[in-house]
T-cell receptor, first 114, second 110 residues
Framework: SQTIHQWPATLVQPVGSPLSLECTVE??????LYWYRQAAGRGLQLLFY??????ISSEVPQNLSASRPQDRQFILSSKKLLLSDSGFYLC?????????????FGQGTRLTVV | QKEVEQNSGPLSVPEGAIASLNCTYS??????FFWYRQYSGKSPELIMS????GDKEDGRFTAQLNKASQYVSLLIRDSQPSDSATYLC??????????FGKGTRLHILP
């Protein structure tokens, strides 16, 4: 069966520090991968999605970036965090190739920028 | 602009009653629709997917889709306190992208 791993679960970082969040998927090949952010009391905002290695689509221009160095690995990064980057970051995957399949989420990373 | 709209609630429903959650979307090309449940502090979990107009039932849950009206709903029968959560509607406006509404908070009154 497929599983998705996301770490760390919680993170407290000072303003201006770098960020790296990692997500890996097991049990499937060529998945679509997603990064979402959920600010306190808000909905899920799609940040990036990827349909293959090195292929990244950005939904919201900001100081975050994403990379997909391997088929089942998705990384969210920032060079300098802002207070507004605080939130619940969620990685998700869906079956690639097929259109319109549902996404499955990791456990999330709660990021607090201080 | 591609959007998914939901009433934020809270929606309060007595235990044992039917909870009705609604969602509208703006992108007519969307072909796939999903309902997720999210408990406080947890990640969303999939409840149902629906792709064709009409109703789809799974246990106590029924999803309804009307593409002409760009409307999706979720009915929860025999509501239980454990159904208290935020319900997120999601649509698939393009092959890979999945976008979410802001969610409706549901509170089941014991």
């Amino acid at each position: 069966s497929q599983t998705i791993h996301q770490w760390p679960a919680t993170l407290v970082q000072p303003v201006g520090s770098p960020l790296s969040l990692e997500c890996t998927v097991e049990g499937t090949s060529n998945p679509n991968l997603y990064w979402y952010r959920q600010a306190a009391g808000r909905g899920l905002q799609l940040l990036f999605y990827s349909v293959g290695i090195g292929q990244i689509s950005s939904e919201v221009p900001q100081n975050l970036s994403a990379s997909r160095p391997q088929d089942r690995q998705f990384i969210l990064s920032s060079k300098k965090l802002l207070l507004s980057d605080s939130g619940f970051y969620l990685c998700a995957w869906s079956v690639g190739v097929l259109q319109g399949t549902e996404a499955f989420f990791g456990q999330g990373t709660r990021l607090t920028v201080v | 602009q591609k959007e998914v709209e939901q009433n934020s609630g809270p929606l309060s429903v007595p235990e044992g009653a039917i909870a009705s959650l609604n969602c509208t979307y703006s992108d007519r090309v969307s072909q796939s629709f999903f309902w997720y449940r999210q408990y406080s502090g947890k990640s969303p979990e999939l409840i149902m997917s629906i792709y064709s107009n009409g109703d789809k039932e799974d246990g106590r849950f029924t999803a309804q889709l009307n593409k002409a009206s760009q409307y999706v709903s979720l009915l929860i029968r025999d509501s239980q306190p454990s159904d208290s959560a935020t319900y997120l509607c999601a649509v698939n406006p393009s092959m890979s992208k999945i976008i979410f509404g802001k969610g409706t908070r549901l509170h089941i009154l014991p």
